[in-house]
């Protein structure tokens, strides 16, 4: 059992940044992938990007790449997603989600567990 509580979320305006932490419970973290998702009223959840077990690998969408770094910590069960140059179509309720696997994929099905997310709103 993995419980995850995010953090971080806010108002900000375009091309600025914020830090997104997710806190995660439990004694198996290490053993999962970690991702991060971002939902829209009315649209479905998308992929922003994942994690594996190690840390050793990152993927992305390709609407954030270059701009947006996830990284981990173990011993602190700690994900985090930094976002930079943000842009308007950034906004929405971002998600941290535990995989049931240690590498991770894009599908929403993957993911077992997910946190309650944060609001992230950038402004023109």
């Known amino acids: 059992q993995v419980q995850l509580v995010e953090s971080g979320g806010g108002l900000v305006q375009a091309g600025g940044s914020l830090r997104l932490s997710c806190a995660a419970s439990g004694r198996t973290f290490s053993s999962h992938a970690m991702g991060w998702f971002r939902q829209t009223p009315g649209k479905e959840r998308e992929f922003v990007g994942a994690i594996n077990w190690s840390g050793g690998s990152t993927y992305y969408a390709d609407s954030v790449k270059g701009r947006f770094t996830i990284s981990r910590d173990n011993a602190k069960n700690t994900v985090s997603l930094q976002l930079n140059s943000l842009k308007p179509e950034d906004t929405g309720v971002y998600y941290c989600?535990?995989?049931?696997?240690?590498?991770?994929?894009?599908?929403?099905?993957?993911?077992?567990?997910w946190g309650q997310g944060t609001q992230v709103t950038v402004s023109s």
């Open positions: 989600a535990a995989s049931r696997f240690l590498d991770p994929a894009q599908q929403v099905n993957t993911y077992h567990y």
